[in-house]
């Protein structure tokens, strides 16, 4: 029986082909194996972890026991990706990266099932976090720290999340949900939402092709500015001191104060509308 490849559909020369012979594409078979890797670290109070996939693959860090940290990780194709999970101190370190790195095969490993690793960490509440994917989705739910999370292009959610808080993604939605605290939120192509309490501090959410929908619970003591290039902005907050102004092209600009104005908060929307509201 002949096999076609799932990306391009040559032909392929034989059951046994790794590789598609035309374009290069990893072949997905049933035998490629799945296997899951699981330690566990104890570790002091607000331990420092630190996840990058360098391969394609999510990861997702939820809030458990004091004491340890559990890490599982759900690879595919086990022989063609160097991981790694180590512990210095109390700091955690969880990576993974391809061992061969091609440009005209890598993009295919998204779409062929090819090597993939899927990292889920059990963590205490007070964990710092540093996360990083290239490809897949990150979600992080009920960790009070300083949190950093880039993917390149996916999305990225917080849930019931305080602290210190900084996202960037290139291509994806970005949803905060009840996270307090102060937030640096970057996103290039992709919407953002965010719904919680900002302290006082600077916070920002700055998208450059995307809608920005933000949700204040509870009283809060901010700065507000919000601008866009091209959309329009819907504040249904009272704001006090408030100013609008129209911007040079199809944009709007409003500024005012919620409470002493003690914080700060901006939103920038480059081609996109905002809108503000109370929870």
């Not at 101190?89 to 061992?99: A, G, P």
């Not at 960037?168 to 605290?181: I, K, S």
């Not at 501090?201 to 092709?209: D, E, L, V």
Request: proline share 3%; net charge negative; with cysteine.
């Amino acid at each position: 029986m002949v096999s076609y490849c799932t990306y391009c559909g040559a032909a392929l020369p034989d059951a046994e082909a790794r590789y598609c012979p035309r374009c290069g594409a990893p072949v997905l078979t049933a035998t490629a194996k799945r296997e899951a890797y699981q330690e566990t670290f104890k570790v002091g109070q607000r331990p420092r972890i630190s996840v990058k996939v360098g391969t394609p693959g999510s990861i997702n860090v939820v809030s458990g026991a004091e004491g340890q940290v559990a890490v599982t990780a759900d690879i595919t194709e086990r022989g063609s990706i160097d991981y790694r999970a180590a512990q210095e101190s109390n700091l955690i370190t969880v990576s993974s990266r391809t061992k061969t790195w091609d440009p005209l095969l890598w993009g295919s490993y998204v779409f062929s099932g090819g090597p993939r690793a899927n990292i889920n960490v059990i963590a205490p509440r007070d964990a710092d976090l540093d996360l990083e994917t290239v490809t897949d989705a990150i979600s992080v739910s009920g960790i009070d720290g300083m949190i950093s999370a880039e993917s390149k292009t996916s999305n990225i959610r917080f849930q019931n999340c305080a602290g210190t808080i900084a996202v960037h993604t290139h291509t994806g939605e970005v949803n905060l949900e009840n996270v307090n605290g102060l937030i640096d939120v970057r996103d290039t192509i992709g919407m953002v939402n965010y719904s919680g309490s900002l302290a006082t501090g600077s916070s920002a959410i700055r998208t450059t092709t995307g809608d920005i929908n933000v949700a204040l619970k509870g009283a809060q003591d901010l700065f507000i500015e919000a601008s866009t290039t091209v959309g329009h902005i819907v504040s249904r907050i009272d704001l006090a001191e408030s100013k609008y102004d129209r911007g040079q092209y199809i944009g709007q600009h409003i500024s005012g104060r919620v409470g002493s104005g003690r914080g700060r908060l901006v939103l920038d929307a480059t081609t996109g509308s905002i809108t503000i509201v109370q929870a």
